[in-house]
């Protein structure tokens, strides 16, 4: 995934040399891989202490933590809606009194009157002080079109692994003799009342390399799981088996997805007969989005055919795959160059649309009413210059629950339809005064020549410079869209907020690699591309210091997951650039990524480390294999879990002791619980926004 430009590489010494493969055999911090490991696990009890003893007993802390609990226990928050079943809405919520959550519902009407009438359904924190377990919410599929039975997921500490049990909705419990599966990374749907798609872990062989599902079975009410019949099989090397249905109306189309790669995808759906499964036309490069009228509306990431191009939606007919016919291709919606088609959802007659245009979100509908089963588009104004996202759907009343909002304006809900205006359902109250600060949009230059969005905010008034914090992604075709900065950046908490409020810059960068501006914006810097998106970072971060808001030496990056990528590479290339790194469940290690947890399924992103070539770019960047003897690195804070199943925490212990080892100042936090997303509650949230308040203050603000 790396080009390195001559130019990138002549900013900094510490990217001269080019790594040679060093056997995996000879890692000195192997053993760090050993999750569970009484030595591994003393390491970071001592490192985590020393960073506790660091920043915990900083004058300010307790004010952070008390106040980040605060906001993001408020009551005042949106009450987010989830399905809608028929007249009724439901939503999860938490908040201090409820730390892991309620599964709730409310009459509709109610909901939209900004005025629910709420009754619990599972109360996360009772059920799992009942059973012993420190649960957290994965969710609840009911099926449509009475909802009585709900397939409901539950985690042991939030990994990605979970355990799925049937529930019924009008007696409020799990259903006694029901479908139940055991704790796996699993994919479950309905096909009919009495039988489910199952992908999951059957024993020996039924996993792929890169962890998930490979096999999937019908399994028939009644009967032991392991008498279900194998209706569909994946390879090996696949990333795994899914399985979902889509609904139309009072129709059910089941399907099963074959991830071949991370970003290519065998579909098949169910054959007239009923039984057996089989493949369609759907192009193995692109995703199926939603369904209407029979319609199933596919999103292109590669181009198909003459006058379909990437990047825009096409409808192709479910009836007629499902027969094996010939299949009818009819475009949808083709987006500009300034435009990304970001998510779609269908009601019962029209098509939603939500599109990104130079990174501010703007609303669709369509309706297939032109002649030859053309589609017709709108535009539906909300709010101009926001971040809007699709909530939800009532698709009777044609009507969706979509949320705008700003850095600087907290989140609206509203219900909105093609003809009226929209009705907000309800605002979050502003939690900061947001009158002496301002956000606007710039364009960085990257190596190449390259426009790169981002997004700056600060006081009003603001001459600089000042320390700036720089979030940013670059990968899996995720964009970056800014929200308020009480979730700035993602799960920091409020620290953009707490960062602006001392009057520091907060900066969200729009990156190639990911969706911004659709697939090409990916495909910018995917494989041996990569290096465009460090380039970008490295592009932002100069026009910081070119335009006065900030100086070199003063700049913090942060990046999770990929992001952890991103910033390892970032602060080996660039040494002199950046003051402090914040690096979240990160991935450091391309070596080895490939052999640990979840990684064999971002090959397609990355590259392969066993094939030479592919190395030879990967080692120009891998994250852990730069660090360089006798270069002074910004200091780094490493946030993760130990219950990570997707991330292997073992990218940031290791980072962690090869930075010690060379004499670089690492801060280091291993949260026992909360998967990937590290935050099992709002208690472990608050104490992280507070953590990285005061490493950026200890280290950007009060260091000369």
């Given at each position: 995934m790396i080009r390195a430009s001559l130019a990138a590489l002549a900013l900094s010494c510490s990217i001269t040399a080019v790594v040679a493969a060093a056997p995996q055999d000879k890692d000195p911090y192997l053993w760090l891989e050993d999750i569970e490991g009484a030595k591994a696990l003393d390491w970071v009890k001592k490192e985590n202490a020393a960073t506790d003893k660091l920043i915990t007993s900083r004058p300010g802390f307790e004010a952070d933590r008390k106040r980040a609990r605060e906001i993001l226990d408020d009551d005042r928050q949106i009450a987010e809606p989830g399905e809608v079943m028929g007249d009724t809405i439901t939503n999860f919520w938490r908040d201090a009194n409820n730390p892991r959550g309620i599964w709730r519902q409310s009459p509709l009407d109610a909901y939209l009157a900004g005025k629910p009438v709420w009754t619990t359904l599972i109360d996360v924190d009772a059920l799992g002080k009942a059973e012993k377990q420190s649960w957290v919410w994965h969710g609840a599929d009911c099926l449509a079109p009475d909802y009585t039975r709900c397939l409901v997921s539950v985690s042991p500490g939030g990994t990605d692994a979970d355990v799925v049990r049937e529930w019924d909705r009008t007696t409020k419990s799990f259903v006694d003799g029901g479908f139940a599966l055991p704790q796996a990374?699993?994919?479950?749907?309905?096909?009919?009342?009495?039988?489910?798609?199952?992908?999951?872990?059957?024993?020996?062989?039924?996993?792929?390399?890169?962890?998930?599902?490979?096999?999937?079975?019908?399994?028939?009410?009644?009967?032991?799981?392991?008498?279900?019949?194998?209706?569909?099989?994946?390879?090996?090397?696949?990333?795994?088996?899914?399985?979902?249905?889509?609904?139309?109306?009072?129709?059910?189309?089941?399907?099963?997805?074959?991830?071949?790669?991370?970003?290519?995808?065998?579909?098949?759906?169910?054959?007239?007969?009923?039984?057996?499964?089989?493949?369609?036309?759907?192009?193995?490069?692109?995703?199926?989005?939603?369904?209407?009228?029979?319609?199933?509306?596919?999103?292109?990431?590669?181009?198909?055919?003459?006058?379909?191009?990437?990047?825009?939606?096409?409808?192709?007919?479910?009836?007629?795959?499902?027969?094996?016919?010939?299949?009818?291709?009819?475009?949808?919606?083709?987006?500009?160059?300034?435009?990304?088609?970001?998510?779609?959802?269908?009601?019962?007659?029209?098509?939603?649309?939500?599109?990104?245009d130079d990174v501010e979100g703007k609303l669709f509908a369509l309706r297939q009413d032109q002649p030859n089963g053309r589609w017709s588009q709108k535009e539906v104004p909300l709010t101009p210059n926001a971040t809007v996202n699709i909530a939800g759907t009532i698709g009777k009343r044609d009507t969706i629950f979509a949320s705008a909002e700003t850095m600087l304006m907290p989140p609206t809900l509203y219900a909105v339809s093609e003809t009226a205006a929209p009705q907000a359902v309800q605002s979050l109250p502003a939690t900061f005064d947001a009158k002496d600060m301002s956000v606007e949009k710039r364009f960085a230059t990257s190596t190449d020549g390259t426009k790169i969005p981002y997004f700056i905010a600060r006081k009003k008034g603001t001459t600089g410079p000042v320390p700036a914090l720089v979030h940013a992604y670059g990968g899996f075709r995720s964009a970056q869209t800014p929200g308020y900065l009480t979730g700035q950046p993602y799960r920091a908490g409020p620290l953009g907020l707490f960062w602006v409020e001392d009057g520091n810059a907060y900066v969200l960068a729009n990156i190639r690699g990911g969706g911004e501006y659709g697939p090409a914006w990916h495909d910018a810097a995917l494989r041996e591309k990569r290096q465009n998106s460090f380039d970008d970072l490295h592009a932002v971060a100069e026009d910081l210091v070119k335009t006065g808001v900030s100086a070199k030496g003063k700049i913090a990056i942060s990046g999770r997951s990929n992001g952890g990528v991103l910033v390892g590479a970032a602060m080996t290339q660039r040494a002199d650039l950046y003051g402090a790194v914040i690096s979240g469940s990160p991935i450091k290690d391309m070596w080895r990524y490939d052999k640990m947890l979840a990684g064999a399924s971002w090959v397609a992103e990355y590259g392969d480390p066993d094939v030479p070539e592919d190395w030879a770019f990967l080692s120009k960047y891998s994250p852990y294999h730069n660090i360089r003897k006798g270069v002074k690195y910004p200091p780094i804070f490493l946030y993760l879990s130990t219950k990570d199943d997707r991330v292997h925490p073992g990218h940031a212990r290791k980072f962690a002791a090869r930075l010690m080892e060379n004499g670089n100042r690492v801060y280091y936090h291993e949260y026992l619980e909360g998967g990937h997303s590290v935050g099992a509650d709002h208690a472990e949230d608050a104490v992280r926004a507070a953590m990285l308040h005061g490493f950026l203050t200890r280290e950007l603000v009060e260091k000369k």
């Amino acid at each position: 995934m790396i080009r390195a430009s001559l130019a990138a590489l002549a900013l900094s010494c510490s990217i001269t040399a080019v790594v040679a493969a060093a056997p995996q055999d000879k890692d000195p911090y192997l053993w760090l891989e050993d999750i569970e490991g009484a030595k591994a696990l003393d390491w970071v009890k001592k490192e985590n202490a020393a960073t506790d003893k660091l920043i915990t007993s900083r004058p300010g802390f307790e004010a952070d933590r008390k106040r980040a609990r605060e906001i993001l226990d408020d009551d005042r928050q949106i009450a987010e809606p989830g399905e809608v079943m028929g007249d009724t809405i439901t939503n999860f919520w938490r908040d201090a009194n409820n730390p892991r959550g309620i599964w709730r519902q409310s009459p509709l009407d109610a909901y939209l009157a900004g005025k629910p009438v709420w009754t619990t359904l599972i109360d996360v924190d009772a059920l799992g002080k009942a059973e012993k377990q420190s649960w957290v919410w994965h969710g609840a599929d009911c099926l449509a079109p009475d909802y009585t039975r709900c397939l409901v997921s539950v985690s042991p500490g939030g990994t990605d692994a979970d355990v799925v049990r049937e529930w019924d909705r009008t007696t409020k419990s799990f259903v006694d003799g029901g479908f139940a599966l055991p704790q796996a990374k699993s994919s479950v749907t309905w096909e009919d009342a009495d039988t489910l798609l199952v992908a999951t872990d059957y024993g020996e062989g039924s996993m792929t390399a890169s962890g998930y599902p490979r096999v999937v079975k019908r399994w028939k009410r009644g009967t032991p799981l392991a008498s279900a019949v194998t209706v569909a099989e994946g390879e090996h090397e696949d990333v795994g088996m899914n399985v979902f249905a889509l609904v139309d109306g009072g129709k059910r189309w089941p399907m099963i997805s074959r991830g071949k790669t991370f970003y290519t995808t065998d579909y098949l759906i169910r054959g007239v007969s009923g039984d057996s499964y089989h493949s369609t036309i759907i192009p193995d490069t692109a995703s199926v989005r939603d369904v209407l009228g029979g319609q199933a509306i596919v999103f292109l990431n590669k181009d198909f055919g003459e006058g379909f191009p990437a990047g825009s939606l096409i409808s192709l007919s479910l009836d007629d795959m499902s027969a094996d016919r010939q299949v009818p291709i009819i475009p949808v919606m083709a987006p500009t160059k300034a435009q990304a088609i970001e998510d779609v959802s269908a009601t019962d007659n029209i098509l939603w649309v939500k599109a990104l245009d130079d990174v501010e979100g703007k609303l669709f509908a369509l309706r297939q009413d032109q002649p030859n089963g053309r589609w017709s588009q709108k535009e539906v104004p909300l709010t101009p210059n926001a971040t809007v996202n699709i909530a939800g759907t009532i698709g009777k009343r044609d009507t969706i629950f979509a949320s705008a909002e700003t850095m600087l304006m907290p989140p609206t809900l509203y219900a909105v339809s093609e003809t009226a205006a929209p009705q907000a359902v309800q605002s979050l109250p502003a939690t900061f005064d947001a009158k002496d600060m301002s956000v606007e949009k710039r364009f960085a230059t990257s190596t190449d020549g390259t426009k790169i969005p981002y997004f700056i905010a600060r006081k009003k008034g603001t001459t600089g410079p000042v320390p700036a914090l720089v979030h940013a992604y670059g990968g899996f075709r995720s964009a970056q869209t800014p929200g308020y900065l009480t979730g700035q950046p993602y799960r920091a908490g409020p620290l953009g907020l707490f960062w602006v409020e001392d009057g520091n810059a907060y900066v969200l960068a729009n990156i190639r690699g990911g969706g911004e501006y659709g697939p090409a914006w990916h495909d910018a810097a995917l494989r041996e591309k990569r290096q465009n998106s460090f380039d970008d970072l490295h592009a932002v971060a100069e026009d910081l210091v070119k335009t006065g808001v900030s100086a070199k030496g003063k700049i913090a990056i942060s990046g999770r997951s990929n992001g952890g990528v991103l910033v390892g590479a970032a602060m080996t290339q660039r040494a002199d650039l950046y003051g402090a790194v914040i690096s979240g469940s990160p991935i450091k290690d391309m070596w080895r990524y490939d052999k640990m947890l979840a990684g064999a399924s971002w090959v397609a992103e990355y590259g392969d480390p066993d094939v030479p070539e592919d190395w030879a770019f990967l080692s120009k960047y891998s994250p852990y294999h730069n660090i360089r003897k006798g270069v002074k690195y910004p200091p780094i804070f490493l946030y993760l879990s130990t219950k990570d199943d997707r991330v292997h925490p073992g990218h940031a212990r290791k980072f962690a002791a090869r930075l010690m080892e060379n004499g670089n100042r690492v801060y280091y936090h291993e949260y026992l619980e909360g998967g990937h997303s590290v935050g099992a509650d709002h208690a472990e949230d608050a104490v992280r926004a507070a953590m990285l308040h005061g490493f950026l203050t200890r280290e950007l603000v009060e260091k000369k």
